[in-house]
């Protein structure tokens, strides 16, 4: 069983950044793919970057060219680089493993990020 923390999150002015940090109690090297998600008040919670192990990685229309996901196997942690933000990337976000590709079966228990106009 794997826990994952999610850190980082807080208050930006639009056009500010963010960092995004998600440590693992162990060792991630399996997991395959790590993804963050969001979800903004009233919405579903969707996929917002994943990233395979090897470093594929993959981006929803709407932060792609702002948002960067990288990992550190050594380290156990995800990471999401958010630049350029905007109002409407105000949501919680969460981290998440995937043991087999399947499905998601590990999940933090999520930061907010909120990002003033």
Same mark, same amino acid.
């Given at each position: 069983q794997v826990q994952l923390r999610e850190s980082g999150g807080g208050l930006v002015q639009a056009g500010g950044s963010l960092r995004l940090s998600c440590a693992a109690s162990g060792s991630i090297f399996s997991l395959n793919p790590m993804?963050?998600?969001r979800q903004a008040p009233g919405k579903?919670?969707? !996929?917002?970057?994943?990233?395979?192990? /090897?470093?594929? %990685?993959?981006?929803?229309?709407?932060?792609k060219g702002r948002f960067t996901i990288s990992r550190d196997n050594a380290k156990n942690t995800v990471? !999401?680089?958010?630049?350029?933000?905007? /109002?409407?990337? %105000?949501?919680?976000?969460?981290?998440?493993g995937s043991r087999r590709g399947i499905q998601y079966d590990y999940w933090g228990q999520g930061t907010q990020v909120t990002v003033s106009s």
């Open positions: 993804g963050w998600f579903q919670r969707e !996929l917002v970057a994943s990233i395979a192990n /090897p470093g594929k %990685t993959n981006y929803a229309d709407s932060v990471y !999401l680089q958010m630049n350029s933000l905007k /109002p409407e990337d %105000t949501a919680v976000y969460y981290c998440a």
